[in-house]
């Protein structure tokens, strides 16, 4: 069965064309039979047309699972032929600019190796397929699937399943996946029965026994239902483990009404409860309520596999024949995909509530985590859960990966070996920063500004979005480690020789990655004109990119940014001209409506070291979120701004001290204890915490791991942190511990502590055998051993690296 996968990287479909990649594989392996550079052709009259439906859409449905319920009249729409008419013609309209849009794609007929080895083909030579000839028409005996990733929302909510080429295909469906997430969860817990948790949000003038009809009517289930709890009720989420989250009521955004007494709770205020859930084994969400595309997107992030959501608001006749048709299908033998497909083309021909309300029946969308495989019904036991991790290989397909991981292993070494040495001599011809199949061992003559360029996409994160080497299957494992290099990398780089690089990417991109390079720039060799530039980049990508998603992303790099500042350097900037100006623009973004509190506390730390008036009114915004926040996360934030600029100290540390007495969660006493040892140095409650903790070594290993990083921070010589670091390591390698091993590796690594009494030719071996048994069992463990090659890399000659590793 062919898989369809195509990546979509943010842009303005209004004004500018943006690029893509189209990968055609299976579902196991996606890129088994290539990876296509994908170009979208500006489209200004699309978004137009979506507002156009969207505004008579909801101007005609009525009834609807929508969070603000009033004016709910009948079941489908008030009966005005002339506005059922706008609405049709209205989505007809969207269906045939979509379709456009989607059938000018340009898509390479050489995939990205054969582009490399031909530069100098031109693109119209490259470039003639659209879309649709990679979907219409498959042979009889085989389905496409289509994913698409990309964290550009607004094309989450248009009507993609109505596009002819897929909409002929009972059994095709399109799912959603976002660029950013969480590694895929897996459980271990095994039972008989699919377990169901359903709630029943605070129903209103809505009729949600059908749903409850739905549900009862499966076999072999336990069924679990909360009627419009209270939040304490929600304590099921961290008790058992479930299979499927169900949720039936009023939504909206991110936001869900789960009972009369309460104001719309905020998805985001559930992290700790859904992650737990999803730790514990929880496979699907289904959320039968309205715009619940950003709840559906949330837990995907967290780890989820599946989730099904709605696209807009949805009449409730329509949410309840939907949840009864797929249900069916699912239980039936269909798998997931072709279960919400076969619903949709149910409820267009079955229950015609196209001719009532059209665009209804594309509602229902499947938002997917892109490591997850589909799966059917049965798979929901843990016992027959499928396969959970999905492929990415590159380079030469001919010879086995087996013998090229080594290979590129030490070419991505070498690389950053080289952007620390002066070129004795320029290589004339290019040399491309794929690695190319069969790479030898021995270091290749290489340009030298290349070698630049790809410390320079590690490090901003850009080798998707500006393109770079091609994906290798163990890159994402063992990327986090060479990023981590690459950055210590840079301040011992000649700025004469990354700079302009960085530069031109300034100039060059657009929104985020213009953003980034900025930012990065600034970082690396500060000054107050790159800062300065920094921020008027920002301030003009935020003006243009009005849509929500790309401001949150540009603002939580804001954030990261300001967080990693240097404090020298914004005190010289408050006494340069451009003091004044930055001032401004921070206080401005300070009081930006709905404002995380997060870059609250970022900009406030920042403006503290003014010491005037913006310094006085930051300290304030960080005392109000400090006493009112009830996010843990925020006090300590706010504690630490609190502390830089002397202000209530008395009542920082008083209330920290509280709360660590109250804490009975290691997470939150590690959190703590840590806070307070900064505020307080050597205070003792906190240290005698940490301690506690550590000595005990009676949790995880992520609890242990976070212990001693927090007291190494507030107690950079105490004993305990090493020996404990020391302790585990040797104790991991004589059990064979992978992941005690990893996690042992990173933070002697972070201290910079050598590694050599740890690695030897002995450890490959067993680390290899650690990668076949993840593999096996479906395990979503494997940047643990890859990173440790990584380190492994640092130590143990190609050669016998090679050898250990076949």
């Known amino acids: 069965m062919k ?6 990287y943010g842009g303005c479909l209004e004004q500018h064309s943006f690029k893509g990649r189209l ?5 196991s392996q996606v890129d088994a039979y290539g990876v296509y550079p994908v170009e979208f052709p500006a489209m200004p009259h699309l978004p137009h047309r979506y507002r156009q439906w969207r505004d008579a859409y909801h101007g005609y449905a009525k009834n609807t699972r929508l969070g603000a319920s009033g004016n709910q009249i009948t079941n489908i729409g008030t009966q005005q032929p002339t506005l059922l008419k706008e609405v049709r013609q209205n989505y007809t309209d969207l269906v045939t600019t979509l379709g456009t849009w989607l059938h000018n794609t340009r898509i390479s007929y050489l995939c990205e190796e054969q582009i490399n080895e031909q530069t100098s083909l031109s693109k119209e030579q490259t470039s003639f397929f659209g879309l649709g000839n990679f979907i219409l028409p498959p042979p009889m005996n085989e389905i496409h699937r289509i994913s698409v990733q990309t964290d550009f929302v607004e094309l989450w909510h248009y009507p993609w399943h109505d596009w002819t080429p897929i909409r002929q295909h009972s059994n095709l469906d399109v799912v959603f996946s976002p660029m950013v997430y969480q590694s895929l969860k897996s459980s271990t817990a095994h039972h008989e029965g699919v377990r169901i948790l359903a709630i029943f949000g605070a129903n209103g003038d809505l009729d949600l026994k059908g749903d409850l009809e739905a549900l009862r009517a499966l076999p072999n289930v336990e069924l679990h239902c909360l009627r419009s709890p209270q939040l304490s009720e929600l304590y099921s989420l961290w008790c058992q483990p479930w299979d499927i989250l169900f949720f039936a009521g009023h939504s909206q955004g991110n936001g869900i009404i789960i009972n009369n007494e309460e104001e719309p709770l905020q998805i985001y205020r559930l992290y700790e409860t859904l992650k737990t859930a999803v730790k514990q084994g929880l496979q699907l969400a289904i959320f039968n309520s309205c715009d619940s595309i950003p709840l559906g997107q949330f837990l995907i992030q967290l780890g989820l596999p599946h989730a099904i959501v709605m696209r807009e608001a949805v009449p409730n006749i329509a949410a309840e024949l939907f949840l009864k048709y797929f249900l069916q299908n699912f239980h039936g033998g269909a798998d997931l995909y072709a279960a919400v497909a076969q619903a949709r083309s149910q409820l267009r021909e079955l229950s015609r509530c196209d001719d009532h309300l059209p665009g209804t029946s594309a509602l229902p969308l499947i938002c997917r985590h892109p490591q997850a495989r589909c799966p059917h019904w049965h798979h929901l036991r843990r016992s027959e859960a499928p396969a959970v991790t999905v492929g990415v290989s590159g380079g030469d397909r001919s010879s086995p990966r087996v013998s090229k991981f080594p290979a590129f292993l030490y070419w991505c070494r070498w690389q950053l070996e080289l952007a620390q040495l002066l070129p004795h001599a320029q290589d004339p011809s290019r040399w491309v920063t794929a690695i190319p199949g069969g790479c030898s061992p021995q270091r290749p003559q290489q340009n030298y500004q290349d070698a630049f360029a790809n ?13 770079g080497f091609s994906p290798q299957a163990e890159l ?10 690459a950055r210590q990398l840079l301040p011992r780089i000649s700025s004469q020789q990354l700079l302009p690089y960085l530069e031109s990417l300034v100039v060059e991109q657009r929104g985020l990655p213009r953003v980034r390079a900025a930012f990065l720039i600034a970082q690396q060799y500060p000054n107050v004109s790159h800062l300065s530039t920094a921020f008027q980049v920002l301030e003009d990508t935020l ?20 967080k990693e500042l240097d404090a020298k350097l914004v005190r010289s900037v408050w006494d340069s001209t451009t003091g004044e100006r930055l001032q401004q623009f921070l206080q401005r973004l300070l009081h930006y409506p709905q404002q995380s509190n997060r870059l609250k506390l970022a900009i406030a730390s920042v403006l503290i070291t003014a010491k005037g008036r913006w310094a006085v009114e930051a300290s304030n915004v960080a005392l109000e979120i400090f006493r009112n926040s009830s996010y843990l996360e925020d006090v300590i ?27 009975t969660v290691q997470s939150h006493q590690i959190a703590l204890a840590g806070a307070l040892g900064m505020v307080s140095p050597n205070h003792p409650q906190a240290i005698d915490t940490l301690e506690l903790i550590i000595e005990q070594q009676a ?3 992520e609890t242990l791991m976070a212990a001693v990083r927090a007291l190494h921070r507030i107690s950079p010589e105490h004993p305990l942190v090493l020996a404990t670091l020391r302790s585990l390591l040797v104790k991991a390698q004589e059990t064979q511990d992978i992941l005690g091993f990893y996690y042992g590796l990173a933070a002697l690594d972070e201290l910079q502590q050598p590694l050599t009494p740890y690695i030897s030719t002995t450890v490959i071996p067993w680390v290899c055998q650690k990668i076949a048994v993840f593999k096996a069992q479906e395990e979503p463990y494997l940047m643990a051993p890859y990173t440790v090659l990584w380190y492994c890399s640092r130590h143990i000659p ?3 690296f090679a050898n250990l590793w076949q």
């Open 476 to 485: 994402a494992f063992f990327f986090p480690a060479l990023e981590a290099e």
């Open 3 to 8: 898989h369809v996968c195509l990546e979509i």
């Open 543 to 562: 003006r243009q990119d009005t849509k929500p998603q790309v401001r949150e992303e540009l603002l939580a790099e804001c954030q990261q940014f300001l």
């Open 699 to 701: 949790y995880d290993l």
């Open 637 to 663: 934030l706010a504690s630490r701004c609190l502390h830089q600029a002397g202000v209530r100290q008395w009542e920082v540390v008083g209330r920290l001290e509280r709360y660590l007495g109250l804490a």
């Open 455 to 467: 410390v320079a996409h590690w490090v901003c994160g850009l080798e998707r979005t500006i393109g």
């Open 798 to 800: 190609y050669q016998e």
């Open 23 to 27: 990968l055609l594989g299976t579902e």
